[in-house]
């Protein structure tokens, strides 16, 4: 078959289950990046922003969009899991694969964790007698059990959860608007440029938190083996699923801060509590609706959204295991489920011990969505990079637009982004990345230096053949 080729070129067998498809990756890419994830963080992006939180998130759209166009550049040249991994790997040098996947590592490892802790906190505001440890304990078990009973298991699930997002989402944008139109809160496009607030650097310090909200469409290229139609459906799920999602940021962000019941407030003081939207939706329909939607958002991110983000770990886990770059047994894949089972479980438990630690820390939350933040976009950053050395260089296309502008473009905007990121994030990343250069020394020192089956010398192709 196809899809079995696309694997065979580089020297893998199929052993992942291909049954995802088109309107799978959809539903996954969304439940990843959750319809209503600005509902959690509305209140930092807004202080961040100085009130023009849509435009923060119009921005994001604007910048990820040339990043989903490198992926779909990138996963149609190497369709196998592991995204920037083996981008970086097979399009650069398979060093600079192993220090790629150990950069997102610092996303997709912590953000399991993250979520859970969130959800955790969340659900023990709205039920004091169920302590924080035990919420997650229950979500991590839940969530592993459907991730190691199989990839349709998973894919059931997540359409079932997104339906119940989409529905609270419908309701809080109906219930918004009715207000706004009955002279609730005050009309205004302030979110989208107030010239009083606005400062480029500003605005890109509030994109380096709203990204937040947007990671998760990268993610549909860990499924590139599990997809049916091979590459082909992959870069087109990345693309929909970022507009659509933009659309929907955009959108109730706009809404939220009309509603927003102390700006000036919410400007000075922050949102140290997390509950800026919650408030601004009592605004609007009363304490049912700003319960519905604090709850809505504590499950979406404790059970759909952490789901996937296992499955998208567990991936990369695996993809790095199979080429020697991690220890084998994340490799070992469930003969009865098509599941990388061992990458499943560590996944789990180090949520779990991740979650259980950081929830002893006041800053445990913002600490690791900074650094999760930074992760994602060094990540991006050499995907980027990966499409012009592939490519541009190494192929020698002609296909100035795809394969030079376009990568070229968002390299600049997400290098803005970073520079503008917080600091401590900054500190951390970086000896993140230090420590992947040590590791990597270690393994060229114990004869395990990084190799990637099926790279051979790379052809010309020419101009001609080329395709966006």
């Not at 991994?85 to 150990?102: D, E, K, V």
């Not at 496009?189 to 994109?207: I, K, L, Q, R």
Request: charged fraction near 10%; proline fraction near 4%.
């Amino acid at each position: 078959m196809y899809e079995q080729d696309e694997l065979a070129r580089y020297g893998y067998r199929q052993e992942l289950a291909r049954k995802l498809r088109f309107r799978d990756l959809i539903a996954y890419g969304l439940v990843y990046m959750v319809p209503i994830a600005p509902m959690a963080i509305f209140g930092s992006v807004y202080a961040g922003s100085g009130g023009m939180v849509a435009l923060a998130y119009a921005i994001g759209v604007v910048a990820l969009v040339f990043t989903a166009f490198s992926y779909a550049q990138m996963v149609r040249a190497f369709p196998m899991s592991g995204s920037v991994y083996n981008y970086a790997g097979r399009g650069i040098s398979p060093p600079a694969g192993f220090l790629a996947g150990w950069v997102i590592l610092l996303d997709y490892v912590l953000v399991p964790g993250l979520l859970y802790l969130v959800a955790s906190v969340a659900m023990h505001a709205t039920v004091p007698a169920v302590p924080v440890w035990l919420w997650l304990l229950g979500f991590v078990a839940v969530n592993t059990v459907v991730n190691s009973v199989g990839i349709r298991m998973t894919a059931v699930v997540t359409r079932v959860m997104l339906v119940g997002e989409l529905t609270v989402l419908a309701i809080f944008i109906a219930v918004a608007g009715w207000a706004i139109a009955s002279g609730k809160g005050r009309f205004s496009w302030e979110a989208f440029y107030n010239p009083d607030t606005f400062t480029w650097s500003v605005v890109a310090g509030a994109v380096s938190i709203a990204v937040l909200s947007f990671l998760g469409f990268d993610g549909i290229s860990m499924l590139a083996e599990e997809a049916k139609g091979g590459s082909r459906p992959i870069g087109r799920a990345m693309a929909a699923v970022l507009m659509l999602a933009g659309v929907l940021f955009i959108a109730q962000t706009w809404l939220a801060a009309m509603l927003v019941p102390d700006p000036s407030g919410l400007l000075a003081d922050g949102d140290p509590n997390g509950t800026a939207f919650y408030d601004a939706a009592q605004v609007a329909g009363g304490s049912w609706l700003a319960t519905l939607c604090a709850v809505a958002t504590a499950i979406a991110w404790g059970l759909p959204n952490s789901m996937v983000a296992q499955v998208a770990t567990s991936r990369l886990l695996y993809a790095m295991a199979r080429d020697r770059q991690l220890p084998a047994f994340l490799a070992k894949v469930s003969i009865r489920r098509n599941v990388p089972i061992n990458a499943t479980l560590l996944t789990g438990a180090v949520s779990l011990a991740l979650g259980l630690y950081m929830a002893t820390r006041a800053d445990g939350i913002t600490l690791l969505s900074s650094l999760i933040n930074f992760g994602a976009m060094v990540a991006f950053l050499v995907l980027h990079v990966s499409v012009v050395v592939h490519h541009l260089i190494r192929r020698r296309s002609r296909n100035w637009w795809a394969h030079l502008v376009m990568p070229a473009v968002g390299f600049v905007i997400l290098a803005y982004v970073v520079v503008n990121a917080n600091i401590a994030a900054q500190r951390l990343g970086l000896a993140w990345l230090a420590l992947g250069v040590v590791v990597l020394a270690g393994l060229y020192a114990t004869g395990r230096r990084p190799v990637l089956s099926g790279l051979a010398p790379v052809q010309p192709q020419q101009p001609d053949v080329e395709r966006v």
